[in-house]
T-cell receptor, first 115, second 108 residues
Framework: EAQVTQNPRYLITVTGKKLTVTCSQN?????MSWYRQDPGLGLRQIYYSMNVEVTDKGDVPEGYKVSRKEKRNFPLILESPSPNQTSLYFC??????????????FGPGTRLTVL | GQNIDQPTEMTATEGAIVQINCTYQTSGFNGLFWYQQHAGEAPTFLSY????GLEEKGRFSSFLSRSKGYSYLLLKELQMKDSASYLCASYNNNDMRFGAGTRLTVKP
């Protein structure tokens, strides 16, 4: 089954404790991205990756890091989480063929709370 | 930048037709996405318009006017399960910008 998986699905942590949210896709997609979703603000792109070893900042990259060492994985790293990073996070992937048509997939989401 | 505007909330009756509008700024525009998102779930892809005009997929249709920076999602024969948020997103080179979403409530 074609899917994007994220782990963990729920996480409560404390300020300053480094954490990683994993994202993996099994569709051989080139493009992967991370979003956060907050009430009234919609989805905002954090980082994206066009392919292995190619990453770029989105709208709200401050406080986050990513890496793309292999095509299927795109982890999101919070080196020193702060309460304003409490949010719902989504990973997404797509092929770049045919201009993304019919090929957008989102992971199930990770709800992060930073105390 | 890309400002995406769509109404915050809409209400419609089961069996009716509803149109959800979206306006965006056109600098570097490549295409326009619509997603459906039920509460607590991930967004699911509905449509992607690149060219002007109307594209129909069953009960859902999406329209784009590039010159006007305008799109709409048309939902026909509304069902209770269509109650969800509908997200408009513009694709600008490699950058995706989402609107805040329109929460649609379908009433019996």
């Amino acid at each position: 089954e074609a899917q994007v998986t994220q782990n963990p699905r729920y996480l409560i942590t404390v300020t300053g404790k480094k954490l990683t949210v994993t994202c993996s896709q099994n569709m051989n997609h080139e493009y992967m991205s991370w979003y956060r979703q907050d009430p009234g603000l919609g989805l905002r792109q954090i980082y994206y990756s066009m392919n292995v070893e190619v990453t770029d900042k989105g709208d709200v990259p401050e406080g986050y890091k990513v890496s793309r060492k292999e095509k299927r994985n795109f982890p999101l790293i919070l080196e020193s989480p702060s309460p304003n990073q409490t949010s719902l996070y989504f990973c997404a992937s797509s092929t770049r063929d045919r201009g993304f048509r019919d090929t957008q997939y989102f992971g199930p989401g990770t709800r992060l709370t930073v105390l | 930048g890309q400002n995406i505007d769509q109404p915050t909330e809409m209400t419609a009756t089961e069996g009716a037709i509803v149109q959800i509008n979206c306006t965006y700024q056109t600098s570097g525009f490549n295409g326009l996405f619509w997603y459906q998102q039920h509460a607590g779930e991930a967004p699911t892809f509905l449509s992607y318009n690149v060219l002007d005009g109307l594209e129909e997929k069953g009960r859902f249709s999406s329209f784009l006017s590039r010159s006007k920076g305008y799109s709409y999602l048309l939902l026909k024969e509304l069902q209770m399960k269509d109650s969800a948020s509908y997200l408009c997103a513009s694709y600008n080179n490699n950058d995706m910008r989402f609107g805040a979403g329109t929460r649609l409530t379908v009433k019996p």
